[in-house]
């Protein structure tokens, strides 16, 4: 206060100053005083007139004011700390999630992966010997008894029937070769069998070069171009279909097209906010393992999915150790 007051008297200028005084009751308050200095011709102070008044319920009002704003910030910065763990905490379970689910996708294609070899093998065998001998029983019956030959004919293409279907049901369930000889022979194949069961027109283009990646990618770009051809003959009423796969330095591009007459407009809201479609949803949740991205455009004149998936270094170390264990199988 009494540097306050000098510096007033020095550049004779006016006082003010909120400063703690002891009241008459003994308790302490707050005065806020000001003073405005007379000065004469000569330009001396010859007299500070000013007033003084209680500013104690400001004072206090502003202290629990503060004390109040403390309070509240301390909260909010607990609070956020504990939404930030929390978060931390929601980020770390769905990650856990994402990996579960991939894990049991994979489980899942190893265990197609089981089943159709043993369909190939184990049924395929078994149909083929049991072709085998019912063709001997027509050779037979046809010298003794004709109506036992005709019979046995019919049996025999009815073996053969089945045989066929079990070999394409274990195809569809993972081709071959798609680990023998990788996406170019692998969609050929798919996709000729496809047209001859569904009379769809189907453009597939892919570099007979394109060369090997690693296995759970080829298998999840297999799997996507599956699901879109199958959502496409199923459900678009398109007649045609175009598949265009490219391979630059950085990237697998993928785009499926067909002219059907489209997703309506909040069905493909739903499909693009994940709250619906299980077959989009389980392809994007394949992509996501590879940080794959995929966009789905569609209007009347049909309906456009393109995907892309970085390559990186591992991505090639994948490929020659999936190239390796190819070639010693």
Excluded at 94 to 99: A, H, K, P
Excluded at 176 to 182: K, N, R
Excluded at 304 to 315: D, E, G, H, N, Q
Aim: proline share 3%.
């Amino acid at each position: 206060m009494l540097r306050a007051i000098r510096e007033a008297v020095q550049t004779k200028s006016i006082f003010e100053l909120e400063h703690r005084v002891r009241r008459v009751d003994g308790s302490l308050g707050w005065t806020y005083s000001r003073a405005v200095p007379l000065i004469d011709d000569s330009g001396e102070i010859v007299e500070w007139f000013g007033a003084a008044s209680d500013v104690t319920a400001r004072k206090e009002a502003e202290q629990k004011y503060r004390e109040l704003a403390e309070m509240l910030e301390g909260q909010v910065r607990a609070r956020t700390r504990d939404l930030e763990e929390r978060n931390a905490e929601i980020l770390r379970q769905s990650e856990e999630v994402r990996e579960l689910h991939w894990r049991l996708l994979r489980a899942q294609d190893e265990e197609r992966r089981h089943i159709a070899r043993e369909l190939h093998d184990s049924a395929g065998q078994t149909l083929t010997v049991l072709g085998m001998n019912l063709g001997q029983l027509v050779q037979k019956a046809g010298l003794n008894d004709p109506q036992l030959a005709t019979d046995a004919e019919t049996i025999q293409e009815m073996v053969q029937q089945l045989h066929r279907d079990i070999r394409t049901a274990s195809y569809l369930l993972h081709p071959p070769l798609l680990d023998e000889s990788g996406l170019y022979s692998a969609l050929s194949w798919y996709i000729q069998g496809l047209i001859e069961r569904s009379g769809l027109q189907i453009n597939l283009e892919i570099p007979e070069d394109f060369g090997r990646l690693p296995r759970d990618m080829e298998l999840v770009i297999f799997r996507l171009v599956q699901e879109c051809l199958t959502n496409i003959h199923r459900h678009s009423g398109s007649k045609s279909a175009s598949i265009r796969i490219a391979r630059v330095t950085s990237e697998v591009t993928i785009d499926i097209q067909d002219s059907g007459h489209g997703i309506p407009p909040q069905r493909l809201a739903e499909i693009q906010s994940g709250g619906s479609g299980v077959g989009i949803r389980g392809m994007r949740e394949r992509l996501g393992q590879f940080k794959g991205e995929m966009n789905i455009h569609s209007n009347s004149s049909g309906t456009r999915i393109s995907v892309a998936i970085p390559l990186t270094k591992s991505s090639d170390v994948q490929e020659e150790r999936s190239a390796q264990s190819i070639s010693t199988t």
